[in-house]
């Protein structure tokens, strides 16, 4: 899969940038497995009816039929245009949902031994509303979902991640 958005509207683009991750660069340690610590984002150029953002990280390359997602992020208010690093709090009333490890919280990428380079897309959706109305139980597959018809704007850094064979 070239890219895990291809199948949604396409919507303008905005502005993202990260002291932690480059465009086409491989993570920092800090993103990799064992630090687990999310990447610093900042953005700019969202569309002006921004009501709020949500924030995901996504892994189209993992060995599991449907990728792997990393972290998810809902509700951030439309002031809000960066994170830091390793961010704990969000503010209100955003919320982290369960990545696929079930953890509410950023998993650094870990990649099986010896299969090669893996893409990591780190994504801050621009949304035509202020709550998405998703529980903060529920997978980032269904805030997926239920924001397609949401976004007005994407703003994406594609890292990557390898272990090589032992």
Do not use: C
Request: charge should be negative.
């Amino acid at each position: 899969m070239n890219n895990p958005f291809a199948r949604l509207p396409e919507v303008p683009a905005f502005t993202l940038t990260s002291t932690s991750v480059k465009d086409g660069e491989p993570l920092a340690p800090a993103q990799l497995s064992g630090q687990d610590k999310s990447p610093q984002l900042s953005w700019s150029g969202a569309p002006e009816a921004t009501k709020s953002y949500a924030v995901t990280v996504y892994d189209p390359d993992a060995p599991t039929g449907s990728g792997f997602w990393h972290w998810a992020v809902a509700n951030l208010p439309a002031a809000v245009t960066s994170l830091d690093e390793g961010v704990q709090e969000l503010p209100a009333p955003a919320y982290q949902l369960p990545n696929d490890a079930r953890l509410a919280q950023f998993v650094g990428a870990a990649p099986p031994a010896g299969h090669g380079a893996h893409r990591y897309f780190i994504t801050v959706h621009a949304l035509d509303v202020e709550d998405i109305g998703v529980p903060a139980d529920a997978t980032p597959a269904i805030l997926g979902f239920t924001m397609a018809g949401h976004i007005l704007g994407r703003a994406t850094i594609v890292a990557t991640a390898e272990n090589p064979a032992a």
